[in-house]
């Protein structure tokens, strides 16, 4: 009697126990092996599409080593071509310094020329001027050369100034005032807006008197008369020049502020043609 009690005590509380039917365990089996087989078939395709991926894979490996391959080659080719152009490049720079060093030669040789030309004519002048009496003795000396050119100068007489400049600077060439008469030759062309003739005395200055007291004012004056002409791009190289033979020139300052206006007015054809 206390069995039966028990069994139904045990029967009558909810969810506690489940019982199954055999129409229930067979839906069950159903439904599990259809979960199996769809498992199975999920299984097969991603393992289709891993080795799908393997494959796509392996293909982009060889082709990355392939074109590594490429590359290498054609790196290589590209260093040679530069070893070839670098051997032109050499040759080419050889013949120019060749030329270079032929023409500075050349250079040399007919400025000795003129210069020995340019002193006959002086001294062929200064002998005509003579004839008239007073000049001779100016001629054949330097200091009373640099008196006669430095007052024609003050009265504004450029012609008479520059001749007498140029008697003493090609006719003493080794006098304490050649080289100021060589920059007042220029000076005379500065003062009547001569600006390329000016500019081809002022270069004299710096070639044939390179420690000249006035060879940094001769290429402040050259790039200021290049300046008046608009050649903007020679003006900046006189001043380049000056920058790198004199750094300790007083003018560096002033050649600073010129160029800084000429790079600025670069593109202004009013002011820069060249």
């Known amino acids: 009697m206390k069995k039966l009690v028990a069994v139904v005590f045990v029967a009558a509380l909810p969810g506690c126990m489940f019982f199954t039917t055999?129409?229930?365990?067979?839906?069950?089996?159903?439904?599990?092996?259809?979960?199996?087989?769809?498992v199975a078939t999920k299984e097969d395709d991603l393992t289709g599409k891993v080795d799908e991926l393997k494959r796509v894979l392996d293909e982009a490996t060889k082709i990355l080593k392939r074109n590594s391959a490429d590359i290498g080659a054609d790196v290589e080719g590209l260093r040679n071509d530069i070893k070839v152009s670098a051997g032109l490049v050499s040759a080419a720079k050889n013949m120019l310094d060749e030329l270079k060093g032929e023409l500075d030669k050349y250079k040399a040789q007919n400025d000795e020329r003129l210069t020995a030309l340019e002193a006959r004519l002086s001294a062929v002048e200064a002998g005509r001027l003579g004839l008239g009496g007073g000049t001779t003795a100016a001629a054949g000396n330097p200091d009373e050369l640099w008196t006669q050119a430095t007052a024609a100068f003050g009265a504004?007489?450029?012609?008479?100034?520059?001749?007498?400049?140029?008697?003493?600077?090609?006719?003493?060439?080794?006098?304490?005032?050649?080289?100021?008469?060589?920059?007042?030759?220029?000076?005379?062309?500065?003062?009547?807006?001569?600006?390329?003739?000016?500019?081809?005395?002022?270069?004299?200055?710096?070639?044939?008197?390179?420690?000249?007291?006035?060879?940094?004012?001769?290429?402040?004056?050259?790039?200021?008369?290049?300046?008046?002409?608009?050649?903007?791009?020679?003006a900046r190289a006189y001043l380049t020049a000056l920058k790198q033979k004199f750094p300790k020139s007083t003018l560096l300052k002033k050649a600073a502020t010129m160029d800084k206006d000429l790079k600025a007015a670069a593109k202004n054809k009013s002011k820069c043609t060249s």
């Not at 600077?169 to 080794?174: A, D, K, M, Q, R």
Request: charged letters at 35%; one cysteine or more; glycine letters at 4%.
């Open 22 to 38: 055999k129409s229930e365990g067979k839906a069950l089996r159903k439904d599990v092996q259809a979960l199996d087989a769809r």
């Open 156 to 234: 504004k007489r450029w012609n008479d100034a520059r001749e007498a400049f140029k008697k003493l600077s090609i006719g003493f060439p080794t006098h304490d005032r050649a080289d100021d008469a060589q920059y007042f030759r220029g000076e005379t062309y500065f003062q009547e807006s001569a600006w390329d003739p000016a500019i081809g005395e002022y270069q004299k200055v710096w070639e044939k008197f390179p420690d000249s007291a006035l060879a940094d004012d001769a290429l402040f004056r050259a790039a200021e008369a290049a300046k008046s002409l608009k050649n903007c791009t020679e």
